[in-house]
């Protein structure tokens, strides 16, 4: 059996390989790229088909017949390619109208000239049979037309072998592979025609088709394992190279096709070996992201997005890719960092807030004021009047009248020296101003501004807080603490009764007490201490009055400062206030080198 049929089936198979590879550009229509593409390889089926049945022909018109099957295809296979290879390599711009149209100019020449040729015989000069190999071949002998075609073709092809090497040197390494594929499946029609037509090795028939089967191998490998039709050209990575926004690109398919060094840095586990994954592989981490994909194109404004530095947030819009005739052939992820401005955002509505609660504060105190201020001042009054009028008709003193009106004016002193010590922290517009504190210098501090009202009862004030115990609290509101919680435990202590205090680490805060003898407090007063509203003053072991606006000043600096306030007291025994404040950011030390039990003022 002659080798022909062996050949035939060889040729059949390359035809397989041109029209499966047209097939899968075919699905891939919306891409320019793809249209290129598979024409090319529409037209190698041509040839490869045509020249498999012309070594099956036994007469020399049967072979002219197979041979213009061929020249449907072989005349316009170059400029396919070339066109091909420049939405490939970045040049889509060169790929106008009007180029198009200059380009076929010559195929279209050769395609009339290899049909006309018995007119002129400008492209084969003759053809005859030649039965050397045991079933007729076609002897040619060509003309003018002929060499001009080839001139033709393999000019362009080396323009665009030129072109893909260029792609190839500067592209990165995980898109080099595909680079590649495409550069060893060209040579393979073009390597197999140049062999063929040098005459350096005999070849009795024409290896120039066959060259389809290596090129069909190479292309569809580099298809189904390299996404090669999908890959952005070089003008496209080179832009993705700059940009510091991530830019993710997908098929219709959500298939990952391309992505730029950021991109890599966002999502963790994107690599070359990426491409081709789906994105609900590659958006495991992250189902905000992976919900976005399947809709339409859309933006998420704020998305956080834990990775190799650190937890970030970002703006997210997603957008169609579309063709010239502005249909979709793809999306593209944008992720733009967005994290210093989430920050400053999350810092100015903080600050917002605490303003709001500190203003909200300030307008509950006026009405404490109101409330607590109208009636001592209003007795005051009144007991003048009184006083003046006694007076005026007995022309005596009233010892009674005169008591109750200097305890009325402490009491009313007492008051608003709590409302000076308030609106004095709050000078620069009520802004918490945290620093990093002794807190047994400012305890011992107000105990010595305290220490005429503890000794007129003979109550002991004792601090068990060694120094370089550090907090991290604002220093006017950390006195107005102090202070209060003092003046409270001094009112309700009696005589000749003692007030401790003291410090303890609790993980990073420190928890202070104030202890003291006193009468403790009822039940039914507990219940309204520290509460959002404000209870009624109550007279102290000595007629003071105490447990009003004090203690509330308390509670709200001690959460403004970030911290907690809370008391324990056993009615005719005493009470311990607590209240709680953060360390320094880097965590203070309490000295160990002064553990002195206590020190007594």
């Known amino acids: 059996m002659s080798y022909n049929l062996y050949l035939f089936a060889l040729l059949m ?18 891409l ?51 066109i091909m290879v420049l939405q490939y390599t970045g040049r889509q711009a060169w790929v106008t109208r009007r180029n198009v149209v200059l380009l076929m100019i010559v195929p279209v020449i050769t395609f009339i000239a290899h049909n006309t040729n018995e007119w002129h015989h400008l492209f084969y000069k003759s053809m005859t049979l030649n039965y050397t190999e045991g079933f007729p071949l076609v002897t040619l002998v060509k003309g003018p037309l002929y060499a001009l075609h080839v001139f033709y073709s393999y000019s362009f092809f080396v323009i665009g072998m030129v072109f893909l ?22 040579w393979g029609p073009y390597g197999f025609t140049l062999v063929y ?60 096709t391309s992505f730029n060094r950021s991109a890599g840095e966002v999502i963790d586990g994107l690599n070359s070996r990426s ?37 970030k947030f970002y703006h997210v819009k997603l957008s169609y890719i579309r063709n010239n005739s502005h249909k979709p052939v793809g999306k593209m992820l944008l992720l733009s960092d967005v994290t210093d401005s989430v920050r400053t955002e999350e810092r100015l509505l903080d600050n917002a807030r605490q303003l709001s609660e ?30 003046e009028e006694e007076m005026q008709e007995h022309g005596e003193s009233r010892t009674e009248v005169v008591d109750e009106m200097g305890q009325q004016i402490r009491n009313t002193f007492a008051l608003v020296e709590s409302l000076l010590e308030f609106f004095h922290t709050q ?108 209870p009624v003053s109550l007279l102290g072991t000595e ?28 009615p005719s025994e005493g009470s311990t206030f607590y209240f709680s404040l953060p360390l320094p950011p880097v965590p203070a030390l309490v000295s160990g080198s002064r553990t002195e039990g206590g020190r007594t003022v």
């Open 13 to 30: 198979t390359a035809t397989c390989c041109s029209l499966v590879l047209a097939y899968l550009c075919w699905k891939r229509r919306s």
């Open 32 to 82: 320019p790229i793809a249209i290129s593409y598979g024409l090319g390889m529409l037209t190698g089926s041509f040839y490869s088909f045509g020249y498999a049945f012309e070594i099956l022909s036994t007469t020399l018109e049967h072979i002219r017949f197979w041979l213009r099957i061929e020249y449907i295809g072989i005349p316009f296979g170059t400029v396919l390619w070339f």
């Open 165 to 186: 090497v260029q792609m190839f040197i500067k592209s990165p390494p995980r898109m080099r592979i595909p680079v590649a594929l495409m550069i060893i499946g060209s």
């Open 197 to 256: 037509l040098s005459g350096l090795v005999y070849m009795p028939v024409d290896i120039s088709p066959f060259g389809f089967l290596i090129s069909g191998i190479f292309y569809i490998w580099g298809i189904y394992q390299f996404n090669m039709l999908r890959l952005a050209p070089l003008a496209l990575q080179q832009v993705f190279s700059s940009m510091q926004e991530a830019v993710i690109v997908f098929d219709l398919d959500h298939m990952l």
């Open 275 to 311: 491409i081709g994954k789906t994105a609900s592989e590659l958006f495991t981490g992250s189902p905000l992201l992976l919900e976005l994909m399947r809709q339409e194109p859309s933006t998420i404004s704020k998305l956080h997005l834990s990775n190799r530095s650190g937890d």
């Open 358 to 387: 500190l203003n909200t504060f300030k307008d509950r105190m006026f009405s404490v004021v109101a409330h607590d201020i109208r009636d001592p001042i209003a007795v005051l009054v009144n007991l003048m009047e009184l006083l």
């Open 427 to 534: 000078t620069g517009g009520l802004l918490l101003q945290p620093l990093e504190r002794d807190l047994a210098l400012s305890v011992e501090w107000n105990l010595r501004l305290l220490s005429v009202r503890s000794g007129s009862k003979q109550i002991r004030l004792i601090s068990e807080i060694p120094e370089g115990t550090y907090v991290y609290a604002d220093k006017e509101m950390l006195d107005l603490i102090i202070r209060n919680l003092l003046t409270n435990a001094i009112k309700f202590t009696t005589v000749g009764g003692s007030i401790s205090l003291k410090a303890e680490r609790k993980d990073t805060m420190i928890v202070v007490s104030v202890k003291d003898t006193g009468e403790g407090i009822a039940r039914e007063q507990a219940d309204t201490l520290l509460q959002d509203g404000y």
């Open 543 to 570: 007629g003071e009055r105490g447990i009003g606006l004090g203690l509330s000043l308390c509670r709200e600096f001690v959460r403004l400062n970030g911290g907690e306030i809370w008391f324990d007291s056993i």
